[in-house]
């Protein structure tokens, strides 16, 4: 492998252990970004990073095939039982769709290093 090819993947490695706050010998290539605890929300914040610090077109990523949404009920705040009866309505259609979905396909880190490469997401 070139340097310059060595870099991006240091590069990747090094994003994903300061913003998993996991020691760097521990993510490596060969490991999922599931493997590592990043579910929901910091996977959202951690993709957004990476796709802006590489410059990958992220378009063809779809985040539901590889984690749930937890975030979409994360911050409704019932002020009425009527709303809080909607919260559980919620979060029941969200366990429906992810049963229908099933479980979501880990991603691979050596996934982001091949789109850091190519500059957009190919599954």
Same mark, same amino acid.
């Given at each position: 492998?070139? !340097?310059?090819?060595?870099?991006?993947?240091?590069?990747?490695?090094?994003?994903? $252990?300061?913003?998993?706050?996991?020691?760097?010998?521990?993510?490596?290539?060969?490991?999922?970004? !599931?493997?590592? #605890?990043?579910? #929901?929300?910091? %996977?959202?914040?951690?993709?957004? +990073?990476? $796709?802006?610090?590489? &410059?990958?077109?992220? $378009?063809?990523?779809?985040?539901?095939?590889?984690?749930?949404?937890?975030?979409?009920?994360?911050?409704?705040?019932?002020?009425? +039982?009527?709303?809080?009866? +909607?919260?559980?309505? &919620?979060?029941?259609?969200?366990?429906?769709?992810?049963?229908? %979905? #099933?479980?979501?396909?880990?991603?691979?880190?050596?996934?982001?290093?091949?789109? $850091?490469?190519? #500059?957009?997401?190919?599954?």
């Amino acid at each position: 492998m070139d !340097q310059v090819n060595r870099s991006i993947e240091d590069r990747v490695l090094d994003l994903i $252990a300061r913003m998993t706050q996991i020691s760097r010998s521990k993510v490596t290539p060969e490991k999922t970004l !599931q493997d590592l #605890g990043v579910e #929901g929300t910091d %996977a959202w914040e951690l993709l957004e +990073s990476f $796709a802006e610090q590489f &410059a990958v077109d992220m $378009a063809e990523f779809v985040f539901e095939e590889h984690f749930y949404h937890e975030a979409e009920i994360l911050f409704m705040i019932p002020r009425t +039982s009527d709303e809080l009866l +909607s919260l559980f309505s &919620a979060e029941s259609e969200m366990k429906e769709r992810r049963q229908r %979905a #099933g479980t979501p396909r880990p991603l691979p880190i050596k996934e982001l290093i091949a789109a $850091a490469h190519l #500059g957009k997401w190919q599954e």
